[in-house]
């Protein structure tokens, strides 16, 4: 018999129904740490890296308890282009590659784009997150983003942009896509 879900990693198939539902309840139960109220003194860089494809490595050794990574990224923010943890007592920079989170799996319901990052978390593309896409100078490559909370971007994976890109209209003149009632572009130009 042949086997016709769509292969998205996992191996029991990728089910659009249950994604939905999925999403649904963790972007309207995600509680996270109130790091707008705390404003710690600065203790100095440690040895973390998140790299381009959204791994996490502590002393170049790749952390792989899953449970810590989402731990330590519920306690991340961004001040211009640095990135600190943040607790109440102490703020400690880190070194990301790229941006912090990666867009690994897309859906769509009722007029909207939804993303699912590699820490399960979800968003709803809307003017408080956005896709944007920045060009490299050099390459010409795209690097297309989606904003996931407070100044933290998702890359969004080659494959999941091949869907965005799948799914692209013109509007004004510019290639994007349209969720929640706002379009995004994704041809890299400054609007």
Known sequence: MENTDTYTGNSEGFRPDHFISEAMKAISKKKLP?????????????DIRIDRAGNWYYMGTLI?????????????????????????????????????????????????????????????????HPISVSINEKTGEPSPYVLIRDNLDALISR?????????????????????????????????
């Open 34 to 46: 109130p790091l707008h109220l705390w404003h710690p003194d600065f203790c100095g860089n440690i």
């Open 64 to 128: 792989n308890r899953e449970r810590m990574v989402k731990l330590f990224s519920t306690i991340l923010r961004r001040e211009g282009d640095d990135y600190f943890l943040v607790t109440p007592v102490e703020k400690v920079g880190i070194k990301v590659d790229d941006a912090p989170f990666t867009a690994v799996e897309m859906e769509t319901d009722q007029g909207s784009i939804i993303f699912r990052t590699n820490l399960d978390d979800y968003v709803k593309v809307d003017d408080r």
């Open 159 to 191: 494959s999941v942009y091949y869907q965005l890109a799948e799914m692209a209209v013109e509007h004004d003149g510019r290639l994007g896509v349209w969720s929640s009632g706002s379009f995004y572009p994704l041809d890299g130009q400054i609007l």
